[in-house]
Nanobody, 126 residues
Framework: VQLQACGGGFVQAGGSLRLSCAASGLVFDNYLMGWFRQAPGKRRAFVAGISRIGDNTAYADSVKDRFTISRDSATRAVFLQLNILRPEDTAVYYC????????????????????WGQGTLVTVSS
């Protein structure tokens, strides 16, 4: 299984970025997907999650109304649109996949995820 994340970069506060994560080696439609981030010296934290068929999403309070998660079954990819970026959004962003067992609802606990991408760095300057 591979999760290949890309789209990070350097942006000024107030700017936007779009992260992508391409999945291979798994049946994409059987997995919840999530985005997490880790800032220097901090623990990995939940950012956004999306259900298997994309009808349910969840966001951390700090990114609500600024970030949007989506997924595309045809290309087996999950996306994170980052708008109105702030310096505190600076972190390495990771995509993750969790096989749906019973309930198709987004999950916030990183320990519940089966597979992780390599991360993509987002740097926001003030």
């Amino acid at each position: 299984v591979q999760l290949q994340a890309c789209g990070g970069g350097f942006v000024q506060a107030g700017g936007s970025l779009r992260l992508s994560c391409a999945a291979s080696g798994l049946v994409f439609d059987n997995y919840l997907m999530g985005w997490f981030r880790q800032a220097p010296g901090k623990r990995r934290a939940f950012v956004a999650g999306i259900s298997r068929i994309g009808d349910n999403t969840a966001y951390a309070d700090s990114v609500k109304d600024r970030f949007t998660i989506s997924r595309d079954s045809a290309t087996r990819a999950v996306f994170l649109q980052l708008n109105i970026l702030r310096p505190e959004d600076t972190a390495v962003y990771y995509c993750a996949a969790r096989r749906v067992i019973v309930t198709d609802l987004p999950i916030c606990d990183p320990d519940e995820f089966n597979y992780w991408g390599q991360g993509t760095l987002v740097t926001v300057s003030s």
